[in-house]
T-cell receptor, first 115, second 107 residues
Framework: NAGVTQTPKFQVLKTGQSMTLQCAQD?????MSWYRQDPGMGLRLIHY???????DQGEVPNGYNVSRSTTEDFPLRLLSAAPSQTSVYFC??????????????FGNGTRLTVT | RKEVEQDPGPFNVPEGATVAFNCTYS??????FFWYRQDCRKEPKLLMS???SGNEDGRFTAQLNRASQYISLLIRDSKLSDSATYLC????????FGSGTKLNVKP
């Protein structure tokens, strides 16, 4: 199993550009989520999904869209990039939200810089 | 009040020392507890789950105290390679992260 795969690893965007960060998992996990982590800060939840066709907002959803058309994929779209979105983005999945002893598995991260 | 609170540290300890971190949580209905390790600008990696009876994995011991609503992580015989940030995660339903405790192990 590859686990959670994120692409790209690095990305530089100009202000106003849009792009999609890809996330795929091969563990048949129902729960998937996106976090951002700014330097010296903790993880902040952007969006999450408890299953195909279901998405919901996290703590910092503004400027981002998600969709979950399949169990495996959970892309994150930046609609119009801003310098404030410069961050490291992590995708994470779990068997099921709230399931006992079902930890989050993280992808390697995407390091995004917006100039 | 935050769902999960951790002392940010840093904890600066010599090699071979024993060090312990605590993490308090506010939701008494929480069922699942985890410790993660995060190296600088890398993804968090699961270190261990925390079970009610306590559990050990090599030099690492995790404990849960439901009455006082905290979990702990004990690291024995610290190695230089243990230097990292340690995150506690608590899950009643959603996942709640502590802000992390930074550990520096020095020669």
């Amino acid at each position: 199993n590859a686990g959670v795969t994120q692409t790209p690893k690095f990305q530089v965007l100009k202000t106003g550009q849009s792009m999609t960060l890809q996330c795929a998992q091969d563990m048949n996990h129902e729960y998937m989520s996106w976090y951002r982590q700014d330097p010296g800060m903790g993880l902040r939840l952007i969006h999450y999904s408890v299953g195909a066709g279901i998405t919901d907002q996290g703590e910092v959803p503004n400027g981002y869209n998600v969709s979950r058309s399949t169990t495996e994929d959970f892309p994150l779209r930046l609609l119009s990039a801003a310098p404030s979105q410069t961050s490291v983005y992590f995708c994470a999945s779990s068997y099921r939200e709230g399931a006992y002893n079902s930890p989050l598995h993280f992808g390697n991260g995407t390091r995004l810089t917006v100039t | 009040r935050k769902e999960v609170e951790q002392d940010p540290g840093p904890f600066n300890v010599p090699e071979g020392a024993t060090v312990a971190f605590n993490c308090t949580y506010s939701n008494s209905a929480s069922q699942s507890f985890f410790w993660y390790r995060q190296d600088c600008r890398k993804e968090p990696k699961l270190l261990m789950s925390v079970y009610s009876s306590g559990n050990e994995d090599g030099r690492f011991t995790a404990q849960l105290n439901r009455a006082s609503q905290y979990i702990s992580l004990l690291i024995r015989d610290s190695k230089l390679s243990d230097s990292a940030t340690y995150l506690c995660v608590v899950s009643p339903t959603k996942f709640y992260f502590g802000s992390g405790t930074k550990l520096n192990v020095k020669p």
